[in-house]
């Protein structure tokens, strides 16, 4: 009986570990909000999507773009329709950031100046 019982309890665990939820799913890249800008791409931190970087995020996120393994190529974060943002500064050189917080819903399209449709990417708010 006693074991009837633990494997009963392992059962309903296991079942509400696996029906529990998470608003923000990842991969384990990162958080959404966290793109990384490398040789020649955009890449998600939230899903790991890459060239185009998609993202989905709440009105009021701010979106951190990261320089790494960049080297001495230089990139940008272009805005490139309407909505529009902000765009950066051509930058060089791993570890530079950009940072743009995104508070009207929409969806926003961007790209490197430099490499133009080789690098892309996508952030939608809701």
């Known amino acids: ?36 800008v490398g040789n020649i791409f955009f890449k998600s931190g939230h899903n790991g999507t890459q060239n185009p970087a998609v993202d989905t995020v709440a009105a009021g996120t701010t979106v951190t773009w990261t320089w790494t393994g960049t080297g001495s190529t230089p990139h940008s974060v272009r805005s490139e329709a309407a909505p529009a943002f902000t ?17 009207t819903p929409g969806t926003y399209h961007y790209d490197c100046a430099v490499h133009g449709s080789a690098m892309t990417g996508t952030i939608v708010v809701q």
């Open 1 to 36: 009986m006693r074991s009837a019982f633990y494997w009963l309890l392992m059962f309903t665990a296991a079942t509400a570990a696996a029906c529990s939820s998470n608003t923000s799913p990842s991969d384990g890249n990162g958080a959404a909000g966290t793109v990384t």
């Open 87 to 103: 765009s950066s500064q051509t930058l060089t050189g791993s570890g530079q950031t950009y940072t743009f917080p995104f508070t």
